[in-house]
């Protein structure tokens, strides 16, 4: 890919901030070459750090920023004091139109509130959600809303399975993805009466849209659907659920390639292989949820990640702007009759 | 214990039954001496199945029914037609103090609505709930309601985490529980109007219940709370949650193992330990979800469980039954004001 375009990142948010994102740009630089950076921060901070990075500084052009919103700040100080801070000028380059999109790895709350004041929602969108990328037995899979709201309603859901449409095939690149609904249990009367609205309706939408049906807790990460659609608020507790079930796992292996000489000796032929899986799940290749829904795009990176997984987070942004990710939302909606009363486009199923 | 009551077994229920209810029933005989079952079921099935259980035969009663309530049936026809069911003649012999609890691996849906029907709730709990018993990095924890409502007051919660009091001191041995109530974020503010009423209120229970706040899915599986309170919504996808990724890691551990020869030797000097690893998470041992809040005490077991993990349901109900596990209930309701207007139990905590 030669994209042309140029990513926003906020250099002061994140635990090892503004190191992570220098060394990030520069990996995601030999990633995706054409990608240009504005990068806000201290810049007494960031130079030194761009000393040896020849290539980087050439494609990157620091904006000098003062203010940083802390992780500690709540979201009423975050908007009143964080006017001249980096993660709000990063967003608003974005709302000007001078960068493609924003990727920060700082305070959640701040970031989602300061996005969706200055970036807005798209025409057709009434809430937007907050997507992520999971690791499934058949591959991966999108699941949305995280985290952005604590209820929803049965539009919000359906418009939230129509971006994660979207998402999986420009992202993903999955062809037909099929969409499930997150509930417990997968017989029709289950569930509150705004999933079983969202269902009707996304039954309603035909062919054009691949709707499984509902899906339960262990079939998001059975790879049941390449879609999962939740309100926030479960959404939020299934993704958490899923890393601390991986982190005991993962305690309970240690301590079973502990428990012997010969489990230990096991651990070193087996060695290879286990960091093949390590890798497989590592939580920095999924690094990097969106906010979609919004008038530009905006990537979360985990506080903690290093600048491996930061390098991801902005891949994910690089790659929905290169795909036109906020046309085709728009797209999607026309077609699935979801925004103006137009033609419903049939499509191959 | 040589705890000396009757469990009425549902032996028709569960995709191996009755076998697995006969051989389930003989391991726990061996556990606890003293109990005795009432094993509801086709005898012309059940009989020749306790033909070389010679222990077994002396300790049970084998009561004979037609009707068995399938996995297929709704909660409707169930209901309807289920009257002379295996399922419905055991709980009834709870009802009628035949038996101090009732074990079945038979339909859920059904189990719960004839459980809820024929015991009715206990007097000061407006809803039973479903709980379970989860492996954690600290030890075990339990969880509830992992489905038996969809939706929840605050009310409602703050009975669950009075009756997962009870369980964790009752069946887990757990001295001071402490309770988290499960949400998107840890700070005051987070979650939905319900969910903090919940907070407040069990905030000012005071020092006799150790209320720890709210928690996240990843404190679930960390073993920040001895007790998680849910709404049964949230409950069930959690737990299915857990269970999916479980099953992701182990087949992704699979592949590991099987990547090359050195990894295929590995396995084979490690296996020992990873065999105590799988013990440590074996579903079986956490097999039995308990209805709780409801007069008398019902234990769902996996439908597809084995006979080693029929046994550990009758387990639980053993350990309920023996420990006075409804008294302490309502005694739990009056300490905390929940129940009748009286005077707070000061404990030590």
């Known amino acids: 890919m030669s994209a042309s375009f140029t990513i926003a990142l906020d250099a002061m948010g994140g635990d090892n901030a503004p190191a992570i ?3 990030g740009a520069d990996f995601a630089r030999r990633r995706f070459p054409g990608v240009r950076f504005r990068m806000f921060g201290d810049q007494a901070i960031i130079r030194p750090l761009m000393k040896r990075r020849k290539r980087l500084r050439e494609i990157t052009e620091i ?30 380059s974005v709302r000007d139109g001078e960068a493609a999109g924003v ?36 591959g991966e899979s999108v699941m949305l809303d995280l985290g ?77 659907t390449d879609i999962i659609v939740s309100d926030g608020f479960t959404g939020n507790i299934a993704l958490k659920t899923t890393e601390g079930t991986a982190r005991l796992i993962k305690e309970f292996l240690g301590d079973a ?21 390590r890798d ?35 891949g994910v942004a690089v790659d929905m702007a290169a795909n036109g990710f906020n046309d085709k939302i728009t797209e999607g909606l026309e077609a699935f009759g979801r925004f103006k009363p137009g033609p419903v486009e049939a499509a191959a199923s």
């Open 21 to 23: 994102v220098v060394k």
């Open 280 to 314: 497989r799940i590592d939580p920095r290749r999924y690094n990097g949820a969106v906010f979609i829904g919004l008038t530009g795009i905006a990537v979360k990176s985990h506080g903690g990640t290093d600048a491996f997984g930061f390098a991801n987070a902005i």
């Open 148 to 224: 952005a709201n604590v209820e929803c309603d049965a539009e919000n859901l359906v418009q939230f399975a129509i971006m994660g449409d979207v998402f999986a095939r420009t992202v993903l690149g999955t062809v037909d993805p099929t969409c499930g609904l997150l509930n417990v249990g997968s017989e029709e009367m289950k569930g509150h009466a705004e999933i079983q609205q969202a269902s009707a309706t996304l039954r309603e939408m035909g062919d054009a849209f691949s709707f499984h049906g509902f899906v339960e807790g262990d079939d998001i990460a059975a790879g049941t």
């Open 63 to 92: 904006v000098h920023t003062e203010d940083v919103i802390s992780n500690e700040m709540t979201v009423s100080v975050a908007l009143r004091k964080g006017r001249q801070s980096s993660m709000q000028l990063a967003i608003n």
């Open 257 to 277: 390639f502990r428990s012997s000489l010969s489990s230990r000796l096991g651990y070193i032929f087996a060695r290879r292989g286990l960091r093949k899986m």
């Open 103 to 138: 990727v920060s790895a700082g305070n959640t709350g701040a970031l989602m509130a300061i996005a969706k004041l200055t970036l807005r929602t798209l025409p057709g969108i009434d809430r937007p959600a907050i997507a992520a990328i999971f690791p499934t037995i058949r």
